[in-house]
């Protein structure tokens, strides 16, 4: 299935509410499908708390990343479920006509969408959506997947960090630290520090 990563996909904060509290939700399966009028999909995974808002409410707001958006975005809507968690704790700055948050920064535009029609594929749903309202917000690029796997996710270190120390040439044995002490004797050979090395 490898061969799916190349397919590319923008990432965008999709903004619900319960009637209760705001929601949002990183999401990266948006698409235009029709014009005339103008058809917008949108796929969300059934595990997904907005998934269940969006199928009651028959609404929702796409707001597109822009380059600009830190991993910190990510965090609050992507790694955290909005049954637990108040995602607009802060409070929501900017509301479209239908009356859903529009993030106020890091995106460049946001469309109000209108649910259609409600297909069942399985782990996902899939909105067909009309548009109701459109903003544009900004002009920076919008955010695709590979950009955030390039240039916003957290590295993981490729090595993990050598320890320092020293290492005794006779049997192996390594003692951690900066400084090898002068009269250190191997608590396994018995040989003296000056059978040691330090390590490579």
């Known amino acids: 299935?490898?061969?799916?990563?190349?397919?590319?996909?923008g990432l965008y904060v999709i903004t619900s509410n319960d009637g209760k509290k705001d929601n949002g939700m990183i999401g990266n399966t948006v698409a235009q499908v029709a014009n005339g009028p103008t058809r917008i999909m949108v796929s969300i995974n059934k595990g997904n708390y907005s998934h269940d808002v969006i199928k009651?409410?028959?609404?929702?707001n796409v707001n597109c990343l822009s380059v600009d958006a830190p991993f910190s975005v990510f965090q609050n809507f992507g790694f955290q479920s909005g049954r637990d968690a108040d995602k607009f704790a802060e409070g929501v700055?900017?509301?479209?006509?239908?009356?859903?948050a529009v993030l106020p920064q890091y995106v460049n535009a946001c469309i109000s969408l209108k649910v259609e029609e409600y297909i069942d594929m399985d782990s996902h749903g899939m909105f067909i959506c009309t548009?109701?309202?459109?903003?544009?917000l900004g002009e920076k690029e919008t955010m695709t997947?590979?950009?955030y796997q390039n240039n916003v996710k957290p590295k993981?270190?490729?090595e993990p960090e050598k320890k320092k120390g020293f290492v005794c040439k006779i049997?192996?044995?390594?003692?951690?630290?900066?400084?090898?002490?002068?009269d250190l004797i191997c608590p396994i050979c018995k040989h003296p520090?000056?059978?040691f090395e330090p390590i490579q």
């Not at 299935?1 to 996909?9: E, R, T, W």
């Open 1 to 9: 299935m490898s061969a799916l990563f190349n397919i590319g996909y």
């Open 145 to 147: 997947y590979t950009y």
């Open 171 to 182: 049997c192996g044995w390594i003692y951690e630290g900066e400084t090898l002490p002068p």
């Open 156 to 158: 993981r270190n490729a």
């Open 131 to 136: 548009v109701t309202e459109e903003m544009i």
């Open 93 to 100: 700055s900017k509301r479209s006509a239908n009356g859903l």
């Open 56 to 60: 009651e409410t028959g609404i929702m």
């Open 193 to 195: 520090a000056e059978d």
